[in-house]
């Protein structure tokens, strides 16, 4: 089974619905290895697949969607047709839709390009190749990354009001972390937002686009704090409402901890914590705990009853807190040990080794 026979679908129908609730999906793929096709709702943070279907003899199939949302997504109508011979990804045509009509002007580009940069590795590894060889591979792959990039904000910009716009946003190739050069991508989220907020006011992308344009903003404002004692400046409130800076604590060492009170696991680790904070306390020891949640009640109920003794806040955005970024926070629960000098010493211990590099520090 191969499911690349619906990666063109997904990229394209399973986005979304339409101006209809009802929507039928049909098509033909021909000369493909895979024998299913898959409808995937795929969000900003998670996908799951919500209908499965055997391809036909011929390589036809049909889908229903009875319940879509009356707002339109990656596809514009009730009625969606695809068709595709040989690789999907690349050869596929669609009929009924805008907005997949669009996408798919972006992806052929997009992953063709793609296509290219690896043909450009295989080759510039090669055993069999000299120097200079390799130097004019290095030139050719950068001219291609480049043409990439540029196909890449042309259609995010010339096609701002559409929703395939916030899908090409989302769009990275290997190993890049921002969409252009990292402080810079705000202007273009900001850019299709306020367009998209003109064409498709109830669109639900819309408040994810605010979201993501907030947490970058607030992380530019951060970034732009970052001391000589090389950690950013974080500032939150506490359960009172008092907003505390960690740059307060300067001079002591700092465990910058970072953990959610909707785990299940952080009763034992603040047990654990609170051996050390009161074995290291009066030396100089402080802890900045920050909450990564969205209830204020779950966690002031956590600080209370597990009776926290050090200096607990929250911003209570949960995953779209900009500290997250600004520190790289990938799990939970996490933690950075900072020395009295500023200095990042050491990140995510736990039990003996969190000890021990407390002491060699204190």
């Known amino acids: 089974m191969n499911r690349a026979i619906f990666a063109a679908v997904s990229l394209l129908a399973t986005l979304a619905s339409c101006q209809s609730s009802k929507v039928k999906i049909t098509g033909r793929f021909v000369g493909s290895q895979a024998d299913m096709v898959y409808l995937e709702q795929v969000g900003t943070l998670e996908h799951s697949v919500i209908d499965s279907i055997k391809l036909g003899e011929d390589g036809g199939f049909a889908l229903k969607i009875d319940n879509g949302t009356t707002t339109p997504t990656l596809y514009n109508g009730d009625r969606v047709t695809l068709r595709a011979a040989g690789s999907v990804l690349r050869n596929y045509t669609v009929e009924g839709a805008l907005e997949s009509e669009l996408l798919r002007e972006f992806n052929k580009s997009y992953i063709e390009g793609a296509i290219k940069l690896n043909d450009a590795v295989s080759r510039y590894t090669a055993a069999d190749i000299d120097e200079k060889q390799r130097e004019e591979i290095a030139r050719e792959y950068t001219q291609i990354y480049r043409d990439i990039k540029r196909n890449q904000l042309r259609f995010i910009v010339e096609h701002k009001d559409r929703i395939a716009a916030v899908y090409a946003l989302r769009q990275r190739l290997p190993n890049d972390a921002y969409l252009f050069n990292g402080d810079s991508d705000v202007i273009y989220y900001r850019t299709v937002a306020e367009a998209i907020e003109q064409s498709y006011p109830d669109s639900p992308y819309l408040p994810i686009l605010r979201s993501q344009i907030a947490r970058m903003d607030a992380q530019i404002s951060l970034l732009s704090q970052v001391k000589q004692t090389n950690f950013p400046e974080i500032e939150m409130p506490d359960m009172y409402g008092k907003e505390i800076k960690l740059s307060s604590l300067e001079g002591k060492v700092i465990l910058l901890h970072f953990w959610s009170a909707a785990i299940g696991n952080g009763n034992a680790?603040?047990?654990?914590?609170?051996?050390?904070?009161?074995?290291?306390?009066?030396?100089?020891?402080?802890?900045?705990?920050v909450a990564v949640d969205t209830s204020k009640a779950a966690w002031i109920n956590a600080v209370q009853e597990q009776q926290l003794p050090w200096i607990s806040v929250s911003d209570l955005l949960g995953e779209s807190s900009p500290a997250l970024g600004v520190y790289n926070i990938g799990k939970l629960p996490s933690n950075y040990l900072i020395d009295r000098s500023g200095n990042i010493v050491a990140k995510d211990l736990a039990g003996d080794k969190l000890d021990a590099e407390i002491q060699k520090n204190i």
């Open 269 to 289: 680790i603040n047990a654990d914590l609170k051996k050390i904070y009161e074995k290291y306390h009066d030396r100089g020891f402080e802890i900045y705990q």
